[in-house]
């Protein structure tokens, strides 16, 4: 099981820069770091939130699920 994690492409998309972000959401950078490294083990839903409100998305456009199967 994979969660995919797909802050830098809606950060691409919204031309934010990670330091903007992790100032909006009131996330460490190393925390934000983490995260959309995949490396993180939860997530907070008021994390989540502020971070689709801050790149007004949803939750489906950061996170991606993929079996072991699609992966390998």
Sequence with gaps: MAIIIH???MLAKRK???TELSERVGITMA???ILKNG???AVRF???EAICKTLDCQ???ILEYKSDEDTQ
């Design 59 to 61: 939750p489906g456009d």
């Design 7 to 9: 802050i830098d492409v």
């Design 16 to 18: 934010m820069s990670v």
């Design 46 to 48: 008021s994390t989540l």
């Design 39 to 41: 490396k993180a083990k």
């Design 31 to 33: 925390n934000l770091s």
